[in-house]
Nanobody, 115 residues
Framework: QVRLVESGGGLAQPGGSLRLSCAAS????????MNWYRQAPGKERELVAS???????NYTDPVKGRFTISRDNAWNRLYLQASSLKPEDTAVYYC?????????WGQGTQVTVSS
């Protein structure tokens, strides 16, 4: 079965950085598009960044130039380098993929940006 486990969240000051990780198992990781979503309190879950099997990536406008998504297919790991953090980046961040027609989610990791 597909399992996604996030780590790396925490408290950061405005302008600071965090690196989120997602360990994936139960699927042929290298052929799947992987995504980072986030959900802030009282808001809908939103797509933050995606990376295809080719390595091509896309970002939502608010994080362009500040966040970088990457993957390590040898270790079945997905990463999100979040830099120049802002208070509005505060949210629970989720790793996601779609496998055999079904969406899979990790448990989420909390990112809080505050001075």
């Amino acid at each position: 079965q597909v399992r996604l486990v996030e780590s790396g969240g925490g408290l950061a000051q405005p302008g600071g950085s965090l690196r989120l990780s997602c360990a994936a198992s139960g699927l042929n990781f290298r052929i799947h598009t992987m995504n980072w979503y986030r959900q802030a309190p009282g808001k809908e879950r939103e797509l933050v960044a995606s990376i295809a099997s080719s390595g091509a990536s896309n970002y939502t406008d608010p994080v362009k130039g500040r966040f970088t998504i990457s993957r390590d297919n040898a270790w079945n790991r997905l990463y999100l380098q979040a830099s120049s953090l802002k208070p509005e980046d505060t949210a629970v961040y989720y790793c996601n993929t779609r496998y055999k027609g079904r969406n899979y989610w990790g448990q989420g990791t909390q990112v809080t940006v505050s001075s």
